[in-house]
């Protein structure tokens, strides 16, 4: 009997045996026994910012091609997610090796499961292959997979994962909202100090000088000068008359004093006017330009407001934030592997590759002499 | 074991035979066509390396219409090296058979010696002018080197291996039916800007990226892209799917050739 079975795989084409019927068997019993359940976690989730326009025709034209259908803020997350920093994170306390190494796992699928000292860099390795992030240019929507030998390991590394990106979008947003605001509060601040500054200058030169306003102040006395101009000249015709016709009036002494009472009065308002040295004419020219000043000011303080309101509008629209579609998935049955699949594919691919040998062989063996 | 060693023997020597006749195929395809005069057997890789120099030239003076700042002489460098490559070949084996139906005179010299001298003169020849521009383009800088030159190799071979179960397959099939030879030509200018020379699978919207996919060459060409400036896009490919093509089509080529061996009658 043993005989029998024994010089029947002998009667079988070796080379089918080698490249058959031995890969077969490998994937059977690796497959069969050892292979560990693989359970898959998947989120999707979109990154959405407001569309920043494109400014050249190149960018219409990229546009239109689906270069940038995808914002920054999406890329950033997707590479957040495969970088070593998320699995720093994950692997807090050495949470992620434990998970991936444990003895439940088998040997051939286990994170160092063949013993040694793994480094770091081994370890990201075999984090890059369990999970996979697909970005679909069109919808811009992410696909997030993790694999992992548990379900709720699965989907722990996932909603992990989810909520890192999100909480690095946000950061992004932050820092961007921040950058816009800043110069611009910076410009009212200043603006703030110059036109206070200015208005106490103002102010104070007012006190100083005893005017409020150089330009009325000084109609006014010039009101009062030419009033005074003419009770001078009433006064002087009168007395000329007085003078004239009755010498000898004693009104002519009063008049005489009145004219030069006002006279003076009239000298004394219009040096106030012009001339002297605290005069409205030569504290005129201060006036104005720090009045200037101050109405400068106040218009760039009013100015900067609404460039500060601006950017805060700007920034509150610029705002990207990741939206999950679905949430990560708390599998409840391992899809992976597809034993009976991975069995049927060994099993053809190596018919295939025999096939293809056995006639090249076939081939050569033509050439016999 | 005896038995054994005994037939891995005689296929060592049989083995010997057909070296020798397809290195003396070889010798005389290169010599039948390229000649003795001027060049010689330099127009080899003259010939693809003066095509990808222009279509080159060509596409670097109409950069805008690619944008992205993709390294423009790498992308039309390995785009049409590799059209090159899996386009010749079957247009070579294609009718390859009838025109040497006198060689089959010769004991030794089989359907399949003659088609794979043809190949294998497609592939050097290609292979090297695909080397040479990309030294010469390295040297003169307007080409950075190849950020992982295994897998562009490893890619350049896989593609190969398309190429040749391709010709040989559609080689077979032409000796059956001349209406194969009929359909390559514009078959061959239809799959021209549907193989991936001149665009990513990237740029693609997602519909016409699944339909592209199934082509075998554009997993080789965006393989053998990702190995020369990967950093620089995001490559689509499932090489198993483009081998196991590869392999199909070699084992039903390989099935018809031996048929076709049958058949054909030397004259």
């Not at chain 1, 006064?235 to 002494?253: C, G, H, M």
Request: net charge neutral; hydrophobic share 45%; with cysteine.
């Amino acid at each position: 009997m043993q005989n029998t079975i024994f010089s029947r795989i002998k009667n079988v084409d070796r080379l089918f045996l080698i490249i058959v019927i031995i890969p077969t068997i490998i994937a059977t019993i690796y497959l069969g026994l050892f292979a560990s359940d693989v359970y898959i976690s998947e989120s999707r989730f979109v990154v959405r910012s407001p569309d920043k326009p494109a400014s050249t025709g190149l960018g219409v034209l990229l546009k239109s091609s689906g270069f940038t259908s995808g914002s920054d803020e999406i890329y950033a997350a997707e590479s957040f997610i495969m970088s070593r920093d998320a699995l720093a994170a994950l692997n807090k306390g050495g949470r992620f090796e434990k998970a991936y190494g444990a003895p439940e796992i088998s040997l051939f699928d286990r994170f160092n499961g063949f013993g040694g000292d793994p480094s770091s860099e081994e370890l990201y390795k075999y984090y890059r292959n369990k999970i996979s992030i697909e970005h679909e240019t069109n919808a811009s929507i992410t696909t997030l997979q993790v694999r992992a030998y548990s379900a709720e390991e699965a989907y722990r590394i996932n909603a992990a994962l989810i909520g890192m990106a999100e909480a690095m979008v946000n950061r992004l947003n932050v820092r961007g909202r921040q950058d816009l605001i800043r110069f611009a509060s910076v410009e009212v601040e200043e603006a703030k100090a110059r036109a206070a500054s200015a208005a106490s200058a103002l102010s104070a030169f007012r006190n100083s000088q005893g005017v409020v306003d150089p330009e009325k102040q000084a109609t006014v006395q010039i009101q009062m000068i030419s009033k005074l101009q003419d009770e001078v000249i009433g006064a002087r015709s009168e007395l000329l008359q007085l003078r004239s016709f009755t010498p000898q009036n004693p009104q002519i002494d009063v008049l005489a004093t009145k004219v030069k009472g006002l006279e003076r009065e009239m000298e004394q308002q219009l040096s106030l006017v012009a001339g002297g040295s605290k005069s409205l004419s030569s504290t005129t020219a201060r006036y104005q330009r720090l009045q200037l000043e101050s109405q400068f000011a106040d218009k760039q303080l009013a100015g900067a407001m609404a460039s500060l309101q601006d950017a805060s509008n700007e920034a509150r629209r610029k705002q990207a934030y990741l939206e999950r579609i679905v949430e990560p998935s708390k599998p409840d049955e391992a899809l992976e592997p597809r034993r009976l699949r991975g069995i049927l594919a060994t099993f053809v691919l190596g018919l295939i590759a025999w096939g293809i040998l056995s006639m090249l062989l076939a081939g050569v063996r033509e050439h016999k002499s | 074991m005896a038995a054994d060693r005994q037939s891995l023997g005689s296929y060592a020597s049989a083995w010997a035979v057909q070296r020798r006749v397809i290195h003396a195929l070889f010798m005389r395809e290169v010599l039948t066509r390229y000649g003795r005069h001027n060049i010689g057997f330099l127009w080899l890789f003259v010939e693809p390396m003066l095509f990808t120099l222009g279509v080159t030239a060509l596409w670097s003076l109409t950069k805008a219409t690619h944008g992205l700042d993709l390294p423009i002489v790498a992308f039309a460098l390995t785009g049409y090296s590799s059209v090159l490559l899996w386009r010749n070949m079957p247009a070579r084996c294609i009718d390859a058979i009838k025109p040497n139906l006198s060689l089959l005179y010769h004991r030794q010299v089989k359907v399949l010696d003659i088609l794979i001298a043809r190949l294998l003169l497609e592939v050097a020849g290609t292979t090297t002018s695909f080397f040479v521009l990309g030294i010469f383009f390295i040297t003169i800088g307007w080409l950075n080197p190849p950020e992982d030159l295994l897998q562009v190799i490893g890619g350049w071979l896989a593609l190969a291996w398309f190429g040749m179960s391709a010709a040989l397959l559609l080689g077979a099939w032409s000796e059956q039916s001349e209406l194969v030879d009929k359909f390559w030509h514009p078959s061959a200018y239809l799959l021209f800007p549907l193989s991936g020379a001149a665009f990513l699978v990237d740029m693609l919207p997602k519909q016409a990226q699944e339909i592209v996919l199934y082509l075998p060459m554009v997993h080789c060409i965006e393989y053998i892209r990702e190995g020369f400036f990967g950093s620089k896009f995001h490559a689509h490919y499932d090489m198993s799917y483009a081998l196991i093509v590869s392999a199909c089509m070699t084992l039903i080529a390989l099935a018809q050739l031996r048929k076709v061996s049958r058949e054909v009658i030397p004259e």
